[in-house]
């Protein structure tokens, strides 16, 4: 089976603008729906958010869904109604399983914040409804300064490293490439390609600049190299939503 690459250009996105945020949207998101743009494979959600200092999402219900957040720049407060707290930077994953509900908050409020906050939140569809929300966070800084492809939010086997997901066909990639560095996807059914930072060449497909992203049914390898300073994100996936 030949690989199918559909190329979706960061402009393309749809976006929110609300003074305090700026938000650019993969897939359809709140206001914004396209019945034809719902998901790729397991991954719901793909927001690429910039919040102002002082400033972020109040508390608001999740239910039944993997949240998985990952800053590119300042930090990120975190609190949820499970009595969770964290505080998130760059290097650090952050997993949040709503399960049966569960409320939280998001600000970019931490003493002597005084930097926008940039970060990837991303939502995957769980293996079982109705779970204990809970909540995990992982420094992989060291992981990612060693180079490669690093697991870092995971349901498969053989990611046990990584902070752990309800969903047993899905896996989040990450990875800092310097110019000239490569790596090669995982080879899945589905696999989502994210630039979150810098410009990369994608076999196949050809030059990605910050924001494009790419949906590839039947990854077979393909690789990603760097033309400058890079961080990407990929979504491994193994099945699809029904």
Do not use: C
């Not at 060449?201 to 690789?223: K, N, P, W, Y």
Request: charged fraction near 20%.
């Amino acid at each position: 089976m030949t690989a199918d690459l559909d190329v979706r250009r960061a402009a393309d996105r749809f976006h929110t603008a609300a003074g305090w945020l700026e938000s650019h949207h993969s897939f359809s998101f709140s206001h914004h729906y396209d019945p034809g743009n719902t998901h790729f494979g397991l991954l719901l959600v793909s927001n690429d958010d910039v919040v102002a200092p002082g400033t972020g999402f109040d508390t608001h219900p999740h239910r039944d869904m993997e949240i998985v957040t990952w800053v590119l720049g300042g930090s990120l407060v975190h609190q949820d109604s499970a009595g969770h707290n964290g505080l998130i930077h760059p290097g650090l994953a952050q997993r949040m399983s709503a399960g049966r509900g569960i409320l939280h908050s998001e600000k970019n409020d931490a003493a002597g914040s005084a930097e926008p906050v940039h970060f990837v939140q991303m939502w995957v569809l769980p293996d079982e409804a109705g779970i204990t929300p809970g909540y995990e966070q992982l420094d992989v800084t060291a992981d990612l300064d060693r180079g490669g492809l690093v697991p870092v939010a995971s349901g498969r086997p053989g990611h046990e490293a990584a902070i752990r997901i309800h969903q047993k066909d899905a896996a989040l990639h990450a990875a800092r490439l310097k110019a000239g560095e490569s790596v090669a996807l995982p080879t899945a059914p589905y696999a989502h390609l994210f630039v979150a930072r810098g410009n990369v060449a994608l076999e196949g497909a050809g030059q990605l600049v910050e924001g494009d992203a790419v949906r590839i049914t039947g990854a077979e390898g393909q690789r990603v190299t760097a033309e400058g300073d890079a961080e990407v994100l990929v979504w491994e996936m193994h099945s699809t939503v029904q």
